[in-house]
């Protein structure tokens, strides 16, 4: 039996060393224990989203189901040797490492995987801390009530004589913008204690309905036929959207996603997509349906029905990122411009034009992905009125890697690509390529 069919196996071993039971662990992943007992003994297939969450529930890496520890473990050292600067490893002969100093190997396997996480974290806090416009507002608000504390201390420092009710005043003004201060630098330095945290510290009403959009994996079908008063009820009960702004963004993505759910069944995507082969301009000519909706759908069904889930992310004419559904290996940056180079914003100038762009994303784990980019106007088309468009790319991880990619970065800020007609500013990354 191949590696991927003894998921099962693999799975039920680690539950019984976590002396989890089988039922216990169905409750936690969401399926029947009957279900998990044929996944157990690989009577079905598994994947994508139900292996990530049987994984983290297992406090396991999905690499370790799906693969082997030994599988894993030499592709970490591979990844560690193509990374490595200044030295020649044997890779030919990594098995052979791997199987005489187990130790050694793992420990290598360990500081690679760390390096990842700190280079990640490195990235995340160089975006935030540049771009985040919540902390910039922080900060000048601190600096005005520090402006203000002094001007008061100031007054009562320099007048010999003040009436006592003026003083009374400056003292109350005094306690008050001292007090906002302490609890707005109390605020600060939490919010930058999550700084690390792709996921810490949502301050926009985009990245709240993002939050809630990925907790449901972006599934609506069950709203179905579900009035506009139904949705708009079901909207304000999601506890992660916390203002006005969230929940009316939300109604309208949510709404859209529902349409393209009507118009594309998860039946019918289910055929298309069971050889794990992603083609959209297919999906268009079969069923009648726009290119934007296809890229929406595709990206909304792939964690249920493929292997590798797929990514998407929407801007608007103005280049801002308005929605994305990140995939692992192609980074999205969360406050500061995207890269100009990736055909999402190509598309913006060529309306209505299905483009088709094979690119690596620079950087340690450079891999491939396969773009397929659109950009359709908003709302109806009205005489003389020059229309708005939104610009829609789907990103679908390749399992091979090769030349032909256009090497692309995430944002300026930490794009290592040394030479680039389209860069911003400067690189933090750029000298150590």
Same mark, same amino acid.
């Given at each position: 039996?191949?590696?991927?069919?003894?998921?099962?196996?693999?799975?039920?071993?680690?539950?019984?060393?976590?002396?989890?039971?089988?039922?216990?662990?169905?409750?936690?992943?969401?399926?029947?224990?009957?279900?998990?007992?044929?996944?157990?003994?690989?009577?079905?297939?598994?994947?994508?989203?139900?292996?990530?969450?049987?994984?983290?529930?297992?406090?396991?890496?999905?690499?370790?189901?799906?693969?082997?520890?030994?599988?894993?473990?030499?592709?970490?050292?591979?990844?560690?040797?193509?990374?490595?600067?200044?030295?020649?490893?044997?890779?030919?002969?990594?098995?052979?490492?791997?199987?005489?100093?187990?130790?050694? *190997?793992? /420990?290598? !396997?360990?500081?690679? %995987?760390?390096?990842?996480?700190? $280079?990640?974290?490195?990235? =995340? &806090?160089?975006?935030?801390?540049?771009?985040?416009?919540?902390?910039?507002?922080?900060?000048?608000?601190?600096?005005?009530?520090?402006?203000?504390?002094?001007?008061?201390?100031?007054?009562?420092?320099?007048?010999?004589?003040?009436?006592?009710?003026?003083?009374?005043?400056?003292?109350?003004?005094?306690?008050?913008?001292?007090?906002?201060?302490?609890?707005?630098?109390?605020?600060?330095?939490?919010?930058?204690?999550?700084?690390?945290?792709?996921?810490?510290?949502?301050?926009?009403?985009?990245?709240?309905?993002? *939050?809630? /959009?990925? !907790?449901?994996?972006? %599934?609506?079908?069950?709203?179905? $036929?579900?009035?506009?008063? =139904? &949705?708009?009820?079901?909207?304000?009960?999601?506890?992660?959207?916390?203002?006005?702004?969230?929940?009316?963004?939300?109604?309208?993505?949510?709404?859209?996603?529902?349409?393209?759910?009507?118009?594309?069944?998860?039946?019918?995507?289910?055929?298309?997509?069971?050889?794990?082969?992603?083609?959209?301009?297919?999906?268009?000519?079969?069923?009648?349906?726009?290119?934007?909706?296809?890229?929406?759908?595709?990206?909304?069904?792939?964690?249920?029905?493929?292997?590798?889930?797929?990514?998407?992310?929407?801007?608007? *004419?103005?280049?801002?990122?308005?929605?994305?559904?990140?995939?692992?290996?192609?980074?999205?940056?969360?406050?500061?411009?995207?890269?100009?180079?990736?055909?999402?914003?190509?598309?913006?100038?060529?309306?209505?034009?299905?483009?088709?762009?094979?690119?690596?994303?620079?950087?340690?784990?450079?891999?491939?992905?396969?773009?397929?980019?659109?950009?359709?106007?908003?709302?109806?088309?009205?005489?003389?009125?020059?229309?708005?468009?939104?610009?829609?790319?789907?990103?679908?991880?390749?399992?091979?890697?090769?030349?032909?990619?256009?090497?692309?970065?995430?944002?300026?800020?930490?794009?290592?690509?040394?030479?680039?007609?389209?860069?911003?500013?400067?690189?933090?990354?750029?000298?150590?390529?």
């Amino acid at each position: 039996m191949p590696q991927s069919g003894l998921a099962g196996s693999r799975i039920r071993e680690r539950r019984l060393v976590a002396k989890v039971r089988q039922a216990e662990l169905a409750e936690r992943v969401g399926i029947s224990a009957s279900y998990l007992n044929l996944i157990e003994h690989n009577r079905r297939r598994i994947g994508g989203k139900l292996l990530n969450d049987i994984a983290k529930a297992l406090d396991v890496e999905p690499s370790l189901l799906s693969e082997g520890a030994e599988a894993a473990l030499l592709a970490t050292l591979r990844e560690a040797a193509a990374d490595a600067q200044g030295a020649s490893p044997e890779v030919a002969r990594s098995d052979e490492f791997a199987g005489r100093f187990p130790g050694f *190997a793992a /420990l290598i !396997a360990e500081q690679h %995987q760390r390096l990842r996480s700190l $280079e990640h974290t490195a990235a =995340t &806090l160089t975006d935030r801390l540049t771009h985040d416009p919540h902390l910039a507002t922080s900060v000048h608000e601190m600096l005005t009530m520090v402006t203000a504390i002094r001007s008061t201390a100031g007054i009562l420092a320099e007048t010999k004589e003040i009436e006592p009710e003026w003083r009374n005043r400056f003292h109350r003004n005094l306690n008050e913008d001292s007090q906002r201060l302490a609890e707005g630098a109390e605020q600060l330095v939490s919010y930058l204690d999550d700084a690390g945290d792709a996921r810490a510290g949502m301050t926009l009403p985009l990245e709240e309905v993002e *939050a809630m /959009l990925q !907790a449901h994996d972006f %599934q609506f079908d069950a709203l179905g $036929e579900a009035s506009f008063e =139904t &949705l708009q009820a079901f909207v304000a009960n999601q506890p992660l959207l916390t203002t006005e702004a969230a929940r009316d963004m939300a109604l309208g993505v949510v709404r859209q996603l529902r349409a393209d759910a009507r118009d594309l069944p998860m039946e019918m995507l289910a055929r298309h997509l069971q050889d794990g082969m992603v083609e959209p301009t297919w999906l268009v000519s079969e069923t009648g349906a726009s290119l934007s909706a296809v890229l929406r759908r595709l990206a909304a069904v792939s964690d249920a029905l493929l292997e590798r889930p797929l990514g998407l992310v929407m801007a608007d *004419a103005s280049g801002t990122l308005m929605l994305r559904k990140p995939v692992e290996g192609f980074a999205i940056p969360r406050f500061s411009g995207a890269c100009p180079k990736w055909p999402l914003f190509q598309a913006l100038s060529r309306p209505m034009q299905a483009l088709r762009q094979r690119l690596t994303m620079a950087g340690r784990e450079a891999r491939d992905f396969d773009c397929y980019a659109v950009s359709e106007p908003v709302g109806q088309i009205q005489v003389n009125v020059a229309p708005l468009y939104h610009a829609y790319m789907l990103i679908v991880p390749l399992d091979v890697k090769d030349d032909t990619g256009a090497p692309v970065g995430s944002s300026c800020r930490v794009c290592p690509l040394e030479v680039c007609d389209g860069r911003r500013e400067p690189s933090l990354l750029a000298a150590r390529s």
